[in-house]
């Protein structure tokens, strides 16, 4: 006589099935997702001050090939640096925000006089960090890349570096590295500073780009990443 007991058997070939089905899955997305940036946290700006400074300006261009212009270059991808860093809680300290120079009214212009205005501007303010953007030039059309310099006496400025230059290799695929470089406005501002040298506008293809709007984002999307990173990990 049954006595009514009801047996249950695991259902063991189904799950092993969907055991298997979520690994594939899962690799699946593994290979997707490994060699993609992992982004960083935008929250390390907050209340920090940040001088960014468009290279050039006013009398004087910058590099200049055919119609492309250092100075403009500089400008807008300064402008779309400083708004990301805005949005992301930062004071920014804009250098010039329009097409000018830093020589005072009625002062006869000197390129000496111009850098010494901008160092004691980034200076009086106090800043966290300086940013000067400029874009490369040389004889040999072939030289590309972004590029980002600092003063060999300052530790900071040497990780500041790094940090922008390994986003320009990331998202820029640029094969350049960091470098020392002897200039008056790293060598003289008083917080951790660097120059970014955004590309060659003597290089036909990167001159090109260089007055692309999308481009030019892309460009200040990786400064500002290689920003926060560095802040993150300071």
Known sequence: MLCGKVWFFPKRKSTMVSIGFLLVVLVFFIIIYANKPVPVVSYMAVNKIIVVDAGHGGTDSGAVRDNIIEKDITLSISKKLAKKLSDAGAAVVMIRSTDTDLV???????????????????????????????????????????????????????????????????????????????????????????????????????????????????????????????????
């Open 104 to 234: 005072k009214d009625g002062e006869k212009y000197s390129k000496r006089a111009d850098l010494s205005n901008r160092v004691k501007k980034a200076n009086e303010s106090k800043a966290d960090l300086y940013i000067s953007i400029h874009t490369n030039a040389e004889t040999n059309p072939s030289w590309q890349g972004a590029q980002t310099f600092y003063n060999a006496q300052s530790e900071e400025g040497k990780l500041l570096a790094v940090a922008i230059q390994d986003e320009f290799i990331k998202g820029l695929k640029t094969k350049r590295q960091a470098l020392t470089g002897d200039y008056f406005v790293l060598k003289n501002t008083e917080m951790p500073a660097v120059i970014v040298e955004v590309g060659f506008i003597s290089n036909h293809k990167e001159g090109a780009l260089l007055v692309d709007d999308s481009y030019q984002d892309k460009v200040a999307e990786a400064i500002f990443q290689g920003l926060i990173r560095y802040m993150s990990e300071g």
